[in-house]
């Protein structure tokens, strides 16, 4: 399967640009033959705190990509801010390539360092979906320093979205996070960061065994690879590491009365 990661430089809060931005990449993504086409977090405005503005009830962002998914015969993944009642929620959507809506995912752990959860309600639940016989999940940049919920998901997917807008400073933790999370749950992990500004891309997929597929590009820049969904199954079954995990004692801790031997 050859997919395109859009690591795209998104043009603050301006919906309008970064559409026509989106529209051309997603036609370049077509002409190189891509099945699926991944944009960065908040695809269309930035990672901005000004919900009353970004926020959509309606799903604009969601019809626009409908149409360019209809007419360019691809799978589009992006982010948004969507609006239900009061709350908001950082979200990931996934849209076939005809037109259908086959993953909505709201970001489990809203970014409280960056003052996100006083803006964004947390979601609650992961998200699988297929493409043709194979099984995705999707997460939102800071879920990415959240192990288990990769572990939920990776028992049947194997292929893990991440998208993102995580910034240069913290980038060597993007990097190492990506590629153990790939280790860890034997799968391809496929991350989408923007660039420009505080921001430097280093978009990678990874394979099962951790090997990053693609040279680290910083600039805005459309990333393609090849992934064969065949070898996850396979390493799976050569190196069985599932089959160990003992989940059950995992969150149990024995609290014991430490004495002093200091006094």
Known sequence: MKICLAQSDIIWEDKEKNMEKCAEFIRKAKDSGAKMIIFPEMSLTGFSMNVEKTGEEKGESVEFFKRRAIE?????????????????????????KVGGVVCEYDKIHP????????????????????????IFSCFVCYDLRFPEIFQVVSKRAKGIIVIANWPKNRIEHWDCLLKARAIENQCFIIGVNRTGGEYNGHSAVYSPYGERLNEIEEDEKLIFCDIDLNECEKYRNEFPLKKDRREEIYFESEVRNIERTDR
């Not at 009642?85 to 849209?95: H, T, W």
């Not at 803006?119 to 194979?134: A, L, P």
């Open 72 to 96: 360019n015969d691809i799978y589009i993944c992006f982010g948004y801010v969507k609006k239900i009642g009061s709350d908001f929620f950082n979200r990931a959507v996934v849209i076939d």
């Open 111 to 134: 970014f409280s360092y960056g003052e996100e959860s006083k803006y964004f309600k947390g979601g609650e639940k992961t998200v699988e979906f297929m493409i043709d016989n194979d």
